[in-house]
């Protein structure tokens, strides 16, 4: 369990108990459904990790939305992407193992993570990570319930594949964008968990070479 689930269910819990006490126990009972439904929320389940070469894990739980080919900056790359809902673990994992090249914080607006602005001007956290002879880069995008984004690792940090390195609280929404060679795994409507499901597979030559630094310049 993420921490942060008691910094949110203890006042809550302790105000259920005054409530109860000072009150009737009926009236605390709104106070004990919000605890346990943040005790339920900052879950942080064990996943068995992938360990097939060149594979792409899930960096978040959630329903795939978007498959699509796109261009960053002249380069023709393939896009994941992927939606939490608030009732889906928002531990967010990386990808691939290698080391933290670029972190990129965007500070922007709210829209609905399901809407296809969101990538472009949403607040985020943009991410590269290079390893294996691959490059691979995800965005922590937050949605309209989000309001913070979490990212735990620092430039020049390693990272193993599947390793926890973060969350995006409520609603949201995570991409992965890969090289156009890499060899897709999943479509429009599956559902993913964060570490264990593959995405897709990268040849060790799929290098998004200066994607780090590109990223920084937008994605269209």
């Not at 009972?29 to 605890?35: E, G, S, T, W, Y």
């Not at 594979?55 to 023709?76: F, R």
């Not at 979490?150 to 964008?177: A, L, Q, W």
């Amino acid at each position: 369990m993420v921490r942060d689930a008691y910094y949110y269910s203890v006042p809550l819990l302790t105000a259920a108990i005054i409530i109860g006490w000072l009150t009737s126990p009926w009236l605390a009972l709104p106070a004990l459904v919000f605890a346990g439904f943040f005790l339920w929320f900052f879950r942080d389940p064990e996943r068995d990790i992938p360990q097939a070469a060149g594979a792409i894990v899930s960096p978040a739980d959630g329903k795939v939305t978007d498959v699509s080919s796109i261009t960053l900056n002249g380069m023709c790359c393939s896009r994941i992407s992927i939606f939490l809902s608030v009732f889906d673990v928002h531990v967010n994992r990386s990808p691939a193992r290698g080391v933290i090249r670029d972190v990129r914080y965007q500070p922007g607006r709210f829209l609905n993570a399901m809407g296809s602005r969101c990538a472009e001007v949403n607040e985020q956290n943009i991410v590269t990570v290079e390893g294996d002879g691959q490059t691979v880069i995800f965005k922590q995008i937050a949605g309209l319930l989000a309001r913070r984004i979490v990212f735990t690792k620092k430039v020049d940090d390693p990272v193993e594949r599947g390793e926890r390195v973060g969350m995006i609280k409520f609603g949201s929404r995570v991409d992965v964008i890969l090289d156009a060679s890499s060899k897709l795994q999943v479509k429009v409507g599956e559902r993913v968990k964060g570490g264990s499901s593959i995405l897709a597979f990268c040849s060790p030559q799929a290098e998004l070479t200066g994607a780090g630094a590109r990223a920084r310049e937008g994605v269209t």
